[in-house]
C-alpha cells in the first residue's frame, strides 16, 4: 500500500519533497501567512488490485504569530540535584533583563514531574518555536537518585521526555518519546535548533554506542553526540553521528564527550561540549567549535577549533553540562554571551561570561551573581516583560495582601522598624527616641534616670526594656528590647581605619585600609591595640589563576550579632581607597568567634538590593523585632535603611580561581534574608553613642565605638596587646638528705598578663646546692636565677632566611645554621651555600665567632657545583633548610641557573630558580662537603619539574619538610611565569613525599597557603611547620622582601587532612609584622622592620626557638640579618612570636626562691 498527498495551496502546505540527500525539505512544509487559511489535503491510497481511493482533509493553518515584543527577561529551567525531588523540573526568572540576577519561581519547588520512564528528569533544555508562538521542553530520562549511575551509560533510556506549551504556563501532556537505536546505552543532555535550510529542528545528545543491540560489546567511541530531524517534536529521524573523539586530535576517544550546547551569533553556529584532552587540561573539560552548517559533522572539517579548555582558563575546572545563550539587548548584567555550566566538583551551576566569540574567547567568571536555588543543568531563555509578568503572577513569591493604610499608620509602621536600642549599653547612654516623639520609658533590671539605664554594679544588669511613643491621632506603638546594661568598669571600643602614610610608620596602604581597633574608658581615653596596626584583613578578590587583586576596608562599623558576638560591617575598597564597584550595592560583614572574640570570619558581601550605593553601613540588632537594622548613605547622601532577618546566614557561591571551598566564597544570603530599602529624610536612624575622639589615634578615618564589657577588652588586649610576665612560682620541694638533683631539676613557672603560663629551668645558687648536700633535716630557701640564655641583638649579618638545627649525632648533639648570603642584597649572585657548626645555639652567632665556623658545602665559583641531572648552579641557593629525612640529614634549598648555558656557574636568573635536596651520608659529618651527595631537583612523581604544567615556565623555591607519624610532607612555594601578561602570584603548596625516596613526590601537588589576604600582598612563601599540643603550625612570609615583609600564620589538627587546603585556618593578621619607624629615623637594628622567613628548633633545655631575618639596610652592611627570640605561647594556642626578653622574664622575676624540706628519713 502506497499513500499519495495532494495540496489544495502548495503555497501553503507542500506535497512533494525540495532539494536532495541530506538537505533535503520533506513535503509537508507549512508556511503561516497573515491570515488563517484552509487547505484541503488530499490522501490518494493505492493497494494493489484495488481502485486508489481518496480522503479529503480540510485543514485551517492558522495565521502566524504577530512580531513579537522585544526580549527584555529570561527564563531558566534546571533540575537541583541527585535525588528524587532533585529530579525534577524548577523554574526560575531574572530580575529585570539582568542574566546574573535570578530569583526562584513556586518557592523553588518543582514544577514538570515526570510520570513514565525512569520518572526522573534531568539536563532539561527550553526553545521557543521558529514561528515565535509555541515552546518545547525536552529533557533526559535518567534517575540516579532512584537507581545510581552504575548502569546509567550502559542500560540507560532511548527516549526523550517532551513537553509543549503556548503560554509557558500551561504545559501539555508529557510526551514519552523513543528517539534512540536499540544499540544506545543511553540518551542524555537533549537540545535542539530551528535549521533554515531543512525547515526542520535539529535535536542532539549524548549516547554510548554498542556494536549489538543486547549492548553487551561497547564500540570504542566513548560517549557521541547525535543528531535526529524533527519538525514537531513528536516524530523524529535516524539518528546520526555528528561528533565524536575521534574527529579531533588531542581528544582522548575512549573518554568520548557529552553535553552539547549551540548558539547561533550571525552565519556561525558555535558548538560547546564536554571532552577530555589528551594535553593541555589536566582534568574533562569544555571545548568550542564553529560552522556554517548545523548539521555538518565534525569529521567532515567544517567545525573549526575556537577555544578548549574553557572552564580552567576562567577558574572553574571540573565542569560539564554547557548551556550557551545570547543576551538580550539592553541587558544590564554587562556580558553579550553567556556559557552557564554545571561545575560537579560541588558548585553546581554557575554562568561564565564574555563580550566577543573570537579565539580564543576570554570568559570571566563573575564575581557577584545570584542564580536560583542549587541549580544543576539546564537551560535559559529569552522571554518577554508580557511572559515574565504571567510566570510571576503564576508561580511567583505571593506577599500576603497589604491592609490598606492610613498615613498615621504608615508612619508608625516606620517607626517600628526603624527604632531600635543597641542590644548592650553602657550605664547612662541616653536612649533614643523617633526624631519628634517622646518615649515613655519603663525598665526591669536597672534604674532608669532622665531617660538613660543606670548600673552603679560592677556586674553587667540583664534588663527589660520596654518604650512607648504616642502618636498625634492618640494610638501607641510599644517595643520590648532585651538588653545587656554593662556595669561600672565598662570599656569602650572605637573601629576605624588609618590615612596610609608610608612603610616607614607601618601604615602602607595595605595596612592602613585594614581593621584597626582602639579601647578605652566609657569617656573615650583610646589607646590604639596592635600599636596602631591592622587587626583584621579582608580577602581579595582571584582575577586570574594564582592572581589576586587585593581589597581593603573604610567606613567599619561594629555592632553585636544575635549571639552577642561582636560584628563588623563596612565598605569595601581597593588600595587607593576607592569604593570597590562590585560591592556597590552593599558591605562587607565579619563575624568573631563566642569563644575567641579576637578571631574573626568574613561572613563575606552583603547585598542590599539598593542600585543607588551603599556608603558607611552600620547595623545593629533589634531584640524587639528579632532581626537586624542596617542603615548607610546613598553615594547621594541620602539615608537609606532596611531589615535583614540574619546577617549570619551564609551561603557559598562559586568564585572563579579561588582554590578555598572548593572554588567557593562565602557570602551573606541576601533574597529572602534581606527587606525593601527605604529613604528617610525625616528622621535619621544614627548610633546610639557619638563618636570617639581620634585625638590619641594618629591618621584616624571616621572612628565609629561601642561599648564592650571588660572581659571582651580583655580578650581583644590579650591578642592584639603585649603579653608580658606577672609572676614566678616554684613549688615547694620535699628532698631526702644530700639529694640535691631533685633540686637543681626544680623549674619555675612563669604567670603571663594573658592567663597563659609555662617553665623555665633555674640556675640554682651552687654554693646553697653544695651546702645542702651535708645539710641536716629541716626546712631552707635556695635562690636562683631564670635561665634565659641571651643572644646578640643580631645574630648573623648578611643572612637571610636562616635555619637553626639541632642534631644529635652518636650521642652527640650539635647545632647547625643555614641561611642565604644576602650581602648587598645580593642574594641571586650569591657564590655559596654555607654552613655553621657548634656545640651551642649560642656559639652559632658572630659575634660568638659563627661567621669563623662558616664552611661552604658548596660554592659554583670554586668549585662549580653541579647537580645529579648535571646543570651547573649560577646562583641563588635560597633559603637553605636542614631536616632529617628518612634517617638522613638533608638540607633543601633552591638554586638559579643561566638560561641559555646550564654548564656556567655565572649569570643565574631568578627566573630559573628550582627547589633541590642534598642528602649528608650515613655516618657523615655535616662540616664535611665530601660527605654529602650532589643536589637532586625535587620533582613530582612523573619526573616533571613543580609547577602549574599548562603555564610554560615555573620557579619552586622556600622547600620545607615535616612528617606525622612516618608520612612525610613538602611544603614550597611557586609561581608560574609568563611572557606576556601578568606572571602568578607565588602560593605555598604543599604534597606527600616518601621518605625514603625525598627527591619524588608521591601525591599531586595542593596549594596550601593562597595570599589573598592584603597583608600578604600577593606572596605566600618561606613555610615552616612546628608542632604544639595536637596541632600542626605553619608560619609563612608575606609582602615583597624587604621593610615590607610581614609573618602570617596558619594551623590545623594534626590528624586532619593537611593536603587538603580547607583542613587549615588562617589567622586574619600577621603573626609577626614590622615596628613603626618615627619620621626622620632611619635605624632598622632598633627598629625591627620586614621580618620573616623563620624556621624553628629546641634549644638545650627543650624551649622552642625562633629564628627568622629582618630588613639590614646600615645595620651590618645592607643584606638582612638573623635575630633569635624564643617562642612564647598565648593562652589562646597562639604562637607569640615578638616577645621581647624583658616580657618573657620581667626583671623583678628574674630572681627566685625555692623552699625546701630536707626529710628525716
Not at 567511541?221 to 546520526?240: A, H, K, V, Y
Not at 633552591?894 to 636568573?909: H, I, M, R, T, V
Not at 631537583?937 to 619552586?956: D, K, W
Not at 621593610?1043 to 587532612?1057: L, N, R, S
Amino acid at each position: 500500500m502506497s499513500i499519495i498527498w495532494r495540496s489544495s495551496d502548495r503555497s501553503t502546505i507542500t506535497d512533494t519533497d525540495r532539494g536532495f540527500g541530506k538537505d533535503i525539505i520533506r513535503k509537508g512544509t507549512v508556511k503561516r501567512g497573515l491570515k488563517d487559511k484552509v487547505v484541503r489535503l488530499t490522501a490518494i491510497i493505492n493497494v494493489p488490485g484495488e481502485k486508489p481511493v481518496s480522503f479529503p482533509i480540510k485543514v485551517t493553518v492558522l495565521a502566524k504569530p504577530r512580531t513579537s515584543a522585544e526580549n527584555e527577561a529570561y527564563m531558566f529551567v534546571y533540575f537541583a540535584g541527585d535525588t528524587p525531588d532533585g529530579e525534577k523540573l524548577r523554574f526560575a526568572v531574572s530580575e529585570g533583563n539582568n542574566a546574573l540576577n535570578w530569583q526562584d519561581l513556586n518557592d523553588a519547588q518543582p514544577i514538570l514531574e515526570s510520570a513514565t520512564g525512569t520518572l526522573g528528569l534531568r539536563d532539561p533544555f527550553i526553545m521557543r518555536s521558529a514561528e515565535g508562538d509555541r515552546f518545547f521542553l525536552l529533557a533526559t530520562d535518567l534517575s540516579a537518585g532512584r537507581s545510581g549511575w552504575s548502569k546509567a551509560t550502559d542500560e540507560g533510556s532511548s527516549y526523550l521526555e517532551i513537553w509543549e506549551s503556548t503560554d509557558l504556563i500551561n504545559w501539555g501532556q508529557q510526551r514519552h518519546v523513543k528517539v534512540s537505536k536499540p544499540n544506545a546505552g543511553m540518551t542524555w543532555a537533549p537540545e535542539a535548533m530551528y535549521d533554515p535550510t531543512i525547515d526542520a529542528y535539529v535535536v542532539y545528545w549524548t549516547s554510548h554506542m554498542f556494536l549489538d543491540d543486547a549492548r553487551t560489546h561497547k564500540d570504542d567511541n566513548g560517549p557521541q553526540i547525535l543528531t535526529s530531524i524533527t519538525r514537531d517534536f513528536r516524530t523524529f529521524g535516524e539518528p546520526e553521528p555528528w561528533f565524536k573523539a575521534s574527529d579531533l586530535p588531542d581528544l582522548l576517544k575512549d573518554k568520548g564527550m557529552i553535553d552539547s550546547s549551540v548558539m547561533k551569533d550571525g552565519e556561525y553556529y558555535y558548538r560547546f561540549t564536554k571532552v577530555t584532552d589528551a594535553k593541555g587540561c589536566p582534568s574533562p573539560d569544555i571545548l568550542a567549535q564553529r560552522s556554517k552548517s548545523l548539521r555538518a559533522t565534525t569529521e567532515s572539517g567544517a567545525w573549526s577549533l575556537v577555544d578548549r579548555c574553557i572552564g580552567r582558563n576562567a577558574g572553574t575546572p571540573e565542569v560539564e553540562g554547557p548551556s550557551a545563550f545570547i543576551a538580550n539587548k539592553g541587558d544590564t548584567s554587562g556580558f553579550k554571551y553567556y556559557l552557564w555550566v554545571d561545575h560537579f566538583g560541588g558548585i553546581g551551576y554557575i554562568p561564565l561570561g564574555t563580550n566577543a566569540l573570537d579565539a580564543p574567547i576570554k570568559w570571566t567568571y563573575p564575581p557577584n551573581f545570584r542564580l536560583p536555588a542549587h541549580p544543576r543543568h539546564g537551560s535559559v531563555l529569552a522571554i518577554t516583560a508580557k511572559e515574565r509578568d504571567a510566570l510571576l503572577a503564576k508561580w511567583g513569591t505571593k506577599s500576603p495582601e497589604a491592609p490598606q493604610i492610613n498615613a498615621s499608620e504608615a508612619e508608625a509602621a516606620e517607626i517600628f522598624d526603624a527604632w531600635v536600642v543597641p542590644p548592650v549599653l553602657s550605664s547612662g547612654t541616653p536612649l533614643p527616641a523617633p526624631a519628634g516623639f517622646s518615649v515613655l520609658w519603663t525598665a526591669d533590671g536597672a534604674k532608669l534616670i532622665e531617660g538613660a539605664l543606670i548600673n552603679d554594679q560592677t556586674a553587667p544588669a540583664s534588663v527589660k526594656l520596654t518604650g512607648m511613643v504616642r502618636l498625634s491621632d492618640g494610638k501607641t506603638i510599644t517595643k520590648c528590647f532585651d538588653l545587656t546594661l554593662l556595669g561600672k568598669d565598662a570599656r569602650f571600643l572605637a573601629a576605624y581605619t588609618r590615612s596610609p602614610t608610608s612603610a616607614h610608620e607601618a601604615n602602607q596602604p595595605i595596612v592602613a585600609r585594614s581593621l584597626h581597633l582602639a579601647i578605652g574608658t566609657a569617656e573615650g581615653d583610646l589607646k590604639p591595640l596592635n600599636d596602631n596596626y591592622g587587626v583584621l584583613f579582608p580577602s581579595g578578590d582571584y582575577v586570574g589563576v594564582d592572581q589576586v587583586s587585593l581589597r581593603g576596608l573604610s567606613n567599619p562599623s561594629l555592632f553585636y550579632f544575635s549571639d552577642g558576638s561582636l560584628g563588623v560591617i563596612a565598605n569595601r575598597v581597593d588600595m587607593t581607597g576607592a569604593l570597590d564597584p562590585t560591592y556597590a550595592s552593599g558591605a562587607l560583614v565579619f563575624k568573631s568567634d563566642p569563644k575567641s572574640p579576637a578571631d574573626f570570619t568574613e561572613l563575606g558581601f552583603l547585598d542590599l538590593r539598593t542600585g543607588d550605593g551603599v556608603v558607611a553601613p552600620k547595623a545593629v540588632w533589634d531584640s524587639a523585632a528579632k532581626r537586624y537594622l542596617v542603615y548607610w548613605r546613598s553615594s547621594t547622601g541620602a539615608a537609606k535603611w532596611t531589615t535583614v532577618a540574619d546577617l549570619a546566614r551564609t551561603e557559598l557561591r562559586g568564585s572563579a580561581f579561588n582554590p578555598e571551598n572548593n572554588g567557593r566564597r562565602l557570602r551573606i544570603v541576601s533574597q529572602g534574608n534581606v527587606g525593601v530599602v527605604r529613604t528617610s529624610q525625616l528622621r535619621k536612624i544614627s548610633d546610639v553613642l557619638p563618636p570617639p575622639s581620634a585625638a590619641n589615634l594618629p591618621d584616624a578615618e571616621a572612628p565609629m565605638g561601642i561599648a564592650i564589657s571588660p572581659q571582651l577588652a580583655s580578650a581583644l588586649e590579650n591578642r592584639f596587646g603585649r603579653i608580658v610576665n606577672v609572676g614566678a612560682r616554684v613549688a615547694p620541694l620535699t628532698i631526702k638528705r644530700g639529694d640535691i638533683a631533685a633540686i637543681a631539676d626544680a623549674k619555675v613557672q612563669l604567670d603571663y598578663s594573658d592567663g597563659s603560663i609555662t617553665t623555665r629551668k633555674v640556675d640554682w645558687n651552687p654554693t646553697v646546692l653544695k651546702r645542702l648536700q651535708k645539710a641536716r633535716p629541716g626546712n631552707y630557701t635556695v635562690t636562683g636565677t631564670v635561665r634565659q640564655s641571651p643572644y646578640p641583638r643580631i645574630f648573623a649579618y648578611n643572612r637571610a632566611d636562616p635555619t637553626i638545627y639541632r642534631y644529635a649525632q652518636d650521642s652527640i648533639t650539635r647545632y647547625l645554621f643555614t641561611a642565604t648570603d644576602d650581602t648587598d642584597n645580593q642574594n641571586v649572585n650569591s657564590p655559596h651555600l654555607p654552613l655553621r657548626v657548634a656545640n651551642s645555639i649560642e656559639a652559632l652567632a658572630d659575634a660568638n665567632g659563627g661567621g669563623n665556623r662558616e664552611i661552604d658545602l658548596l660554592n659554583r665559583r670554586v668549585y662549580k657545583d653541579r647537580t645529579l641531572e648535571g646543570r651547573v648552579i649560577a646562583g641563588c641557593y635560597w633559603a637553605p633548610e636542614l631536616h632529617e629525612i628518612g634517617g638522613r640529614l638533608t638540607i633543601l634549598f633552591a638554586p638559579c641557573f643561566n638560561s641559555k648555558d646550564d654548564q656556567s656557574n655565572e649569570d643565574g636568573l631568578w627566573s630559573t630558580v628550582e627547589a633541590h635536596m642534598m642528602q649528608l651520608r650515613e655516618g657523615g659529618d655535616p662540616a664535611k662537603r665530601a660527605d654529602w651527595s650532589k643536589p637532586a631537583a625535587v620533582r613530582r612523581a612523573n619526573g616533571a619539574s613543580l609547577g602549574r604544567t599548562e603555564f610554560g615556565r615555573n620557579i619552586s623555591l622556600d622547600m620545607s619538610y615535616f612528617d606525622i607519624k612516618g608520612q612525610g610532607y613538602y611544603i614550597w612555594s611557586q609561581r608560574y611565569i609568563t611572557e606576556t601578561g601578568n606572571i602568578g602570584d607565588p602560593l605555598t603548596w604543599i604534597a606527600k613525599v616518601d621518605p625514603a625516596n625525598p627527591a619524588r613526590l608521591t601525591s599531586e601537588p595542593q596549594p596550601l597557603i593562597a595570599p589573598n589576604l592584603s597583608f600578604e600582598e600577593n606572596l605566600a612563601e618561606g613555610a615552616f611547620a612546628f608542632f604544639h599540643e595536637g596541632r600542626i603550625y605553619l608560619a609563612y612570609s608575606g609582602s615583597k622582601v624587604g621593610p615590607t615583609y610581614v609573618v602570617g600564620g596558619m594551623w590545623a589538627e594534626e590528624g586532619a587532612d593537611l593536603t587538603d587546603i580547607n583542613s587549615w585556618r588562617k589567622w586574619k593578621a600577621p603573626l609577626q609584622k614590622s615596628t613603626a619607624m618615627p619620621t626622620g629615623t632611619r635605624d632598622y637594628l632598633t627598629y625591627e622592620q620586614g621580618p620573616g622567613h623563620g624556621s624553628f628548633a629546641e634549644d638545650a633545655d627543650g624551649n622552642l626557638t625562633y629564628v627568622y631575618h629582618t630588613w639590614g639596610d646600615g645595620v651590618g652592611g645592607n643584606g638582612r640579618d638573623t635575630r633569635v627570640r624564643r617562642v612564647h605561647w598565648a593562652a589562646d594556642g597562639r604562637p607569640v612570636l615578638d616577645m621581647m626578653p624583658e616580657e618573657e622574664v620581667a626583671p623583678k622575676y628574674r630572681q627566685v626562691s625555692i623552699k625546701v624540706t630536707i626529710a628525716r628519713r
